[in-house]
């Protein structure tokens, strides 16, 4: 099936990057986020991460208001990075977050595109 030009995702993304990524397997493991949605995260990485990794990933939503966000994800997507000090590129899928960690997600996504910053 071909889908030219049509968005197939649920939610739309921001593609601003910013650094505030951690996890439980200590700090250097997830570099940035490369991009975010209300589904997951595109991350950078210097180690490659197996697809269907379980991870506790805490970040900060830096607008419209500074957000601390705690959720789970599963790693669904593992590709080298051709380009930059990164190794890989890995798309975390969100498992357990709550409804407004969620929405402040969105809510951000939401504005950047509104302010014409993806």
Known sequence: MHYEGEER???????????????????????HIDNVSGNGIL????????????????LEIPRPETKR???E????????????????KVAILYTKISDDDH???VNYVEHDLATGNV
Request: net charge positive; aromatic share 4%; charged share 30%.
């Open 69 to 71: 966000i705690e959720c």
């Open 73 to 88: 994800g599963i790693v669904v997507r593992c590709d080298p990075d051709e380009k930059g000090d990164d190794r890989f």
């Open 9 to 31: 995702r649920r939610y739309p993304r921001s593609r601003r990057g910013f650094p505030a990524v951690m996890d439980e397997a200590g700090p250097g493991v997830l570099n």
């Open 103 to 105: 929405s402040a997600v």
């Open 43 to 58: 991350c950078h990485t210097v180690k490659p991460i197996p697809v269907m990794t379980r991870m506790s990933i805490v």
